[in-house]
Structure formats: structure tokens, C-alpha cells
């Protein structure tokens, strides 16, 4: 069966550098693949989607890559700020019917 | 436009009970998904419902049970509680998946159920 990984150790970034996180998947590649941002205690909030024919994708210092060899996404948030403290999530769908299955999140800690 | 609402927010129950927890979607939108997150996991799909029919199931038992009305609100009911189901529980609505939009979930806040 299909399987996610992201960094399971949290990440630990000064304030201002680029912090990058990965996620990795099995098997098949998906068709698009989601990224979420989660509070402690609260729901996950939608941040991007990255197509497979897409190799990269940006939102303000947000950027997503793809890389379909590798099996793997990055996620980037440049000039990152405390603010930024947080659990992601990425989502693979392997379709526009797939249900949205989780890795397991990588907790980004940003010090000032 | 009204976000995604849960209640209730916090619940304690015992083991063997059972438990309800509702969710009222985002207007507009026709898919509801319940997602189970213990501590320190990722969210774990639970089920989809889709104009009221169950679109799917994740890795649970008949025990989890789920229910979406006309008006695309849902239930989500476990039965004969165990204690690894304390957790928080997401309820997330979204659009059917067309060619222009994302497909993103809008999570509420969750249930924070505690089984002792």
C-alpha cells in the first residue's frame, strides 16, 4: 500500500532562514499534491496545491516543488518568522477522486 | 459565509458508551470527510459522505458510523468506545472536485474525545 513519509524528528530553524520540509511517497505517483498547516489544537488550513506536470509552485514565501523521480515534495518557507511555528501536513491524491490521506505532519519550530 | 462548525468542542466518555459528534459544513458545500487525529499523528481518514451517501471508508471498524442530512450537515457515531479512541476527531467540508478548484478540505476546529 501506498505510503507517506515526512520528517518524523521536529525542525528546528532560526528566524529569517529558509526552512524546508520534505515529503516523500511509494510506490505510484500522485496527480497533485496538497499542503496544510496545522495549530496545536485546531483543524489543518489549506495552504497549496502542486500538480504532477507542475515542478514547482509559489504563494508569497511559500514554494512547493515536485520531483516525480525522487517521489518526493519540498516545501519552503523563505525569510521564515516565529509566526510560521506550526505542524505541515502534505496530502498525495492519485485522482480527483482520491480521499485525502495525511502524512503524519512535521512540527517546524521557528526561533527568534 | 459561515466556516466549518464541531460540537461539542471537549467530551469524556467511558468505555462501552457510545458518542455523537455533529458537524455543520461550509455553505455550499455537498462532501463532508471525518478525519480521527491522536496525538502527535497525522489526521487518519475516517469516511466521506457526498449528498448524503457514504463516498468512501477509511481503515475502521462498523462500530464507526456516519450519517450526512439534506442540508449537508453530518454525524459521526462510534459505538462500544475503546480507550485508543481518545483523540481529536476533524469534521472537513469541501466542493466535488472540479477541473478549477483545489479540492481543499475546510476543517473545523475538531471534538476533543477523552475515553476513560
Known amino acids: 500500500s501506498q505510503k507517506i513519509e515526512q520528517n518524523s524528528e521536529a525542525l528546528n530553524i532560526q528566524e529569517g532562514k529558509t526552512a524546508t520540509l520534505t515529503c516523500n511517497y511509494t510506490n505510484y505517483s500522485p496527480a497533485y499534491l496538497q499542503w496544510y498547516r496545522q495549530d496545536p489544537g485546531r483543524g489543518p488550513v489549506f495552504l497549496l496545491l502542486i500538480r504532477e506536470n507542475e515542478k514547482e509552485k509559489r504563494k508569497e514565501r511559500l514554494k512547493v516543488t515536485f520531483d516525480t523521480t525522487l517521489k518526493q515534495s519540498l516545501f519552503h518557507i523563505t525569510a521564515s518568522q516565529p509566526a510560521d511555528s506550526a505542524t505541515y501536513l502534505c496530502?498525495?491524491?492519485?485522482?480527483?477522486?482520491?480521499?485525502?490521506?495525511f502524512g503524519s505532519g512535521t512540527r517546524l519550530s521557528i526561533r527568534p | 459565509e459561515t466556516g466549518v462548525t464541531q460540537s461539542p468542542t471537549h467530551l469524556i466518555k467511558t468505555r462501552g458508551q457510545q458518542v455523537t459528534l455533529r458537524c455543520s459544513s461550509q455553505?455550499?458545500?455537498?462532501?463532508v470527510s471525518w478525519y480521527q487525529q491522536a496525538l502527535g499523528q497525522g489526521p487518519q481518514f475516517i469516511f466521506q459522505?457526498?449528498?448524503?451517501?457514504?463516498?468512501g471508508r477509511g481503515n475502521f471498524p462498523p462500530r464507526f458510523s456516519g450519517l450526512q442530512f439534506p442540508n449537508y450537515s453530518s454525524e459521526l457515531n462510534v459505538n462500544a468506545l475503546e480507550l485508543d479512541d481518545s483523540a481529536l476527531y476533524l469534521c472537513?467540508?469541501?466542493?466535488?472536485?472540479?477541473?478549477?478548484?483545489?479540492?481543499?478540505?475546510?476543517f473545523g476546529e475538531g471534538s476533543r474525545l477523552t475515553v476513560l
Open positions: 459522505y457526498y449528498r448524503e451517501e457514504e463516498n
Open positions: 455553505s455550499g458545500h455537498n462532501t
Open positions: 496530502a498525495p491524491l492519485y485522482s480527483s477522486a482520491s480521499k485525502i490521506i
Open positions: 472537513a467540508s469541501s466542493l466535488a472536485w472540479g477541473r478549477a478548484n483545489t479540492g481543499e478540505l475546510f
